[in-house]
């Protein structure tokens, strides 16, 4: 039984975001402690990303796994990063959404690995075609996840 408060990441991210909550509950199936805080080692959450200076809203999906095996979009095509003192891999493309009326989505894939609490991450934000992601990377890179 888990209780208490469980950490996933320090989100850093530009000044004009707001973070929302949507209406899926996160799950925590572990943590590891690091600094003296739980960290979630494997489990999931997603969120809405806002952006104050425009109409365009992102949802955030975040995965916490065990182990540090990398996914296989992470191994090709994908671009180095580094990303909360790790290095990470990132992945920009299109997905094609819904059912019956389908719409495209732009998708920014990140994932690193964290020795120090025995998992990687892999974040996925999914926004509208044209959505820029610069901005968000280069914050994305200050965020702490131990």
Do not use: K, Y
Not at 113 to 126: A, F, I, Q, V
Request: with cysteine; glycine share 10%.
């Amino acid at each position: 039984m888990l209780l208490g408060a469980s950490n996933f990441l320090v989100l850093a991210l530009p000044e004009r975001f707001r973070v929302g909550q949507t209406i899926n509950p996160n799950e925590v199936n572990g943590t590891a402690q690091a600094r003296g805080a739980a960290w979630v080692q494997d489990g999931r959450c997603s969120h809405f990303l806002r952006d104050g200076g425009t109409v365009r809203a992102l949802e955030l999906l975040l995965v916490a796994r065990r182990g540090a095996a990398r996914p296989g979009w992470a191994a090709e095509g994908s671009r180095a990063i580094r990303i909360a003192d790790h290095e990470g891999s990132a992945l920009a493309d299109r997905l094609r959404v819904g059912f019956p009326r389908r719409r495209d989505l732009d998708r920014l894939r990140l994932w690193w690995p964290c020795e120090r609490t025995g998992r990687s991450l892999e974040l996925e934000l999914l926004g509208a075609p044209g959505s820029e992601h610069d901005d968000l990377i280069a914050a994305l890179e200050r965020s702490e996840c131990h």
